[in-house]
């Protein structure tokens, strides 16, 4: 079993700069691809970004490419995400998750998820 604990999120202006972390803890923790996901009100769950447990591999949704940053800390269990350059359409609950051996795009290729985080930007 994995449990994700998620931190950051808030209120922002559009153009400023939100950073959120996921914490993990359980076992075998380096055959997970941790990723983030977003659901806006009324719409399904997509996916953010997504990286390696070792970090040398990452994707990221067309829409959060050259904005937002996703990275890996393994000496604290911890993926981080960097999102820049916010926009009134980036408003959503932030989902951390966690995936074995897969590295997916899809919330049902995903096995373990945080309780989530708002993130809302202000236009």
């Known amino acids: 079993q994995v449990e994700l604990v998620e931190s950051g999120g808030g209120l922002v202006q559009a153009g400023g700069s939100l950073r959120l972390s996921c914490a993990a803890s359980?076992?075998?923790?380096?055959?997970?691809?941790m990723g983030w996901f977003r659901q806006a009100p009324g719409k399904e769950r997509t996916f953010v970004a997504a990286i390696s447990w070792s970090g040398d591999r990452s994707d990221y949704a067309d829409d959060v490419k050259g904005r937002f940053t996703i990275s890996m800390d393994n000496a604290k269990n911890t993926v981080t995400l960097q999102m820049n350059s916010l926009e009134p359409e980036d408003t959503a609950v932030y989902y951390c998750?966690?995936?074995?051996?897969?590295?997916?795009?899809?919330?049902?290729?995903?096995?373990?998820w945080g309780q989530g985080t708002q993130v809302t930007v202000s236009s």
């Open positions: 998750t966690a995936a074995r051996l897969r590295f997916g795009v899809w919330a049902d290729e995903y096995d373990y």
């Open positions: 359980g076992r075998t923790l380096s055959s997970l691809v």
